[in-house]
């Protein structure tokens, strides 16, 4: 059930042992669920209670250590990891407090003589609670814990050609979610019944391979909270006049293809045409310098420089490194396209540019998700990069 | 946009300022989406940023302290807050280390004279990470920081008739996306074209009223890994043989009613039959033991009472409180279905009880979501509990 080959999980294992060895850690606790996929190739909704991935230098096998249903089953059946290298805590440490399954973790760390290493913990994610933190700091007194957050997620920038693929596979997914987007955003249609159209459009994927879910759900600002990006949706109707800012992915074997779309319901206000007129102009600016040996913040003042010579100020960061990812969020928490961000564009790194333009009444959301080759931005889609309207 | 009254609000703020007077804690810091929405009514797809509640003891409305983009047109145009209880922190902190955006929180409990006070903070929940701990300690060392996890989530757990109805009607859903599920579950249909159908059901919702998205996606284990119920779906086609089992919820703005079903593709095995007559004798001792003076072990050790007579052992807990969730899970982490939660029964508490059985090559899962009432357990929905053979 892998989508990659043994070969790729152990290069991915040496590249994350070597940056542990510049950083003086031992062992990596590693709790992201795309960080854990990444290096095990462990792929299901077991996030919901503790678990966790051992990374140790003198082992090319990482440690899974989780709860029994997740473990022997799953983990075991459909990842390259042996017998030896899973770990089951008891069904009663869920949700039970005061015990913690980090005290398990403790126990398996102590088993494998590692308690008095240099451990590096992903300080920052999600799935790392600060209660998981005390109760690691209790059951390894002797260790040093230092941070290792987003140790694996800056091995992960740069892509496989085998990832590549993935997301290409994707971008597919993506532009057959958002047609259907567009195709049901009418007059009178529920938001919900636009949502369901994406989702449904987003898992089908293809006659020859299938979506996946997204990191994010579809977002369909409208109307008067059109400023507000991250509503999802309600069973209200759409009126006879709207604009709709549609944020989707495409999603194949948990790779992502995010796309973001406006689609005006009726004949859109003068100044609904020009920002989003600005936006593709702005957008194809910041594309033009996505190319390898510019840096990320290049792209960013792409984008600057063409909505300033229209007098329009954007705060926030215009996008962030995607591919592999779990809920809550399919950015990776890495690369941002913003000012100061001076990475360096590499080949096979990738991207969600989503230059959003949000205002009190309107927003136009116009993006593209797309790989940085030799030649320059390849998009993973081909969505027409314009402002649709359905009159 | 908000589902509720503002009078209910306000009482839920009274109960939770009740609870924190009760423990010492002057200050709360939320940042459970769940318990952010049940006190504040904010609800949208935000929390992949930091962001957060305050909840203190003189003030009848909390806090929202979040991102810009999210703040003003969201919380403001959305939920009952005014503007004085909104504040935004500049983009710039948003995956930005090593500023984080609990710097900004520290300053806003500082600039409110906060602290020096005893501030709880949700130690175990997913969108507290380690690294914000570090951060409130760091930015606020004249404070008490302790534990306050959980407390907003038993406030949660006895529900109001408003609840009970918008459970009701996520339970309407639930029999219809189990239903799209039985219709799609066919010898040669992919495992993602069944997910589709699901998720379409789940959205669409009925005519009078729109499906949300779940905290949980469908879970559809089958086969060789059904043992190991958090497998997703692949895009392989179902053989003419095997037994799904499906988890799904119903979902109405953001209320829960989960529900499992076991679905045979061909003539199951007699040790299919057999587990499954088993499941719902044990399920349905399970629900008459669900009644208020009970206590929840009680309804655990009615189901094992039945399958200990077959001679079945099952180590995992059989359910959970539910309601109001976000990814990544609708369960609220207080109650547990397992033996020593002696928490007593109440009308208006509601549970998901999934007493799942898995096995090495396949697995039984038949569920039930529901509300204690003075008479005893009622199902959130209808659908028949038995297993379904696609014969």
Redesign the interface.
Known sequence: ?MPFERSEYVGRMKKVQKSMNEKGIDVLLITDPANMCYLSGH??????VHQMLLVSLDDEMPIFIGR???A???VV??TWLDEKHVRAY???L????PS?PMDYVSEVVKELGLDKKTIG?E????????????ALKKGLPNAKLV?G??IVNWVRIIKSEAEIELQFKAGKIADLAMQAAVDTLKPGA????V???I???????TKE?????GS??P?LPSG????????????EKYPDNTVVAVELAGIHQRYHAPKARTVAIGKPKQKVLDVAKITVEGLNAALDAAKPGNTCEDIEAAWRNVISKHGIEK???IG?STGLNY???W?E??I?L?P?DKTVLQPNMTFHCIP?M?F?DFGVSISESFVITEKGAVPFGKFERKLIIND
Chains 1, 2 share one sequence.
């Open positions: 059930m792929n299901a909704w077991s996030f919901y029994y249903m997740d022997f089953s799953g059946k459909t008891p069904d009663v869920v949700h039970n407090p913690h913990l300080m920052d994610n999600y799935y790392f609670t600060a209660a998981a933190h005390e941070d957050d987003l529920r938001q919900c019944d949502a369901a159209a989702q449904y459009a987003q898992v089908m994927g391979f299938g979506g996946d879910y994010i759900v977002l008067d909270t059109a400023g507000a990006p991250h509503l999802t949706w309600t069973d705060e926030s960061r962030y809920p809550p969020d950015g928490h890495t941002s913003r100061g959003g949000y009190d």
